[in-house]
């Protein structure tokens, strides 16, 4: 199978920051995204790595390691409102399949 | 205003029977997808459309059926439900090309509840 880990949960504090990690094994890869998710609504997309490196964007950045099967996802300035969950896809090469990681489930708190 | 439109937003069905997810984009996109969410656990790929064209398909059960009548429309049909199919099934679309094929735009979901 496809698999791709995040952890449940993870806590912060207003003003700080947040590293939302996933690791992942397919059996292929055509890049990685991440997508927040607020409870009871759609996946919402954030960012779209498949180069290794980080990937400043501002609030979000990205990290990228294919050798390792590994990326994170960083929130700084936390703002209560960035409290949700933040899911890991993995792109494979056909297409336009995702494969999901669980989600993390952020919570900031102030 | 919303640009995928998902219908109904909340369903209870009885087992056995059969319903209908619809589903339509206003964005221009080329390909349609069908996503299910259960608790707890990741969202599951379940069909991709392309030009109303069936192009992946990792829903093992038959009783899953997609249906695009056009371009911008891909309905789901379930028949024979089980009250494992309690999810909330979420439609989406993007463009098909290399560069762009990473971002979904989700409509809000379809939460069905099987008793």
């Known amino acids: 199978g496809q698999g791709v880990e995040q952890p449940d949960n993870l806590m912060s504090v207003e003003g700080t920051f947040a590293r939302v990690n996933c690791t992942y094994s397919?059996?292929?890869?055509?890049?990685l995204s991440w997508y927040q998710q607020r409870e009871g609504h759609a996946p919402v997309f954030l960012s779209y790595v498949v180069l290794d490196g980080l990937k400043d964007s501002g609030h979000f950045s990205t990290f990228l390691s294919r050798s390792n099967g590994y990326s994170y996802l960083l929130l700084t300035e936390l703002q209560i409102k960035d409290s949700a969950s933040y899911l890991c896809a993995v792109k494979m090469p056909n297409y336009n399949v995702l494969y999901f990681g669980s989600g993390t489930k952020l919570t900031v708190e102030p | 205003d919303p640009k995928i439109i998902q219908k109904p937003k909340y369903l209870v069905a009885v087992t056995g029977s059969e319903k209908i997810l619809i589903c339509e984009q206003y964005l221009g996109h080329n390909a349609m997808y069908w996503y299910r969410q259960s608790a707890k656990k990741p969202l599951e790929f379940m069909f991709s459309?392309?030009?109303?064209?069936?192009?992946d398909n990792q829903t093992a059960s038959s009783r899953f059926q997609p249906q695009s009548s056009k371009k911008n429309h891909l309905d789901l049909q379930i028949t024979a439900l089980k009250p494992d199919d309690s999810a909330t099934y979420f439609c989406?679309?993007?463009?098909?090309?290399?560069?762009?094929?990473?971002?979904?735009?989700f409509g809000e979901g379809s939460r069905l509840i099987v008793v």
């Open positions: 459309y392309s030009y109303q064209k069936l192009m």
């Open positions: 989406a679309s993007s463009l098909r090309d290399k560069n762009s094929g990473n971002t979904l735009y």
């Open positions: 397919t059996s292929g890869f055509n890049g």
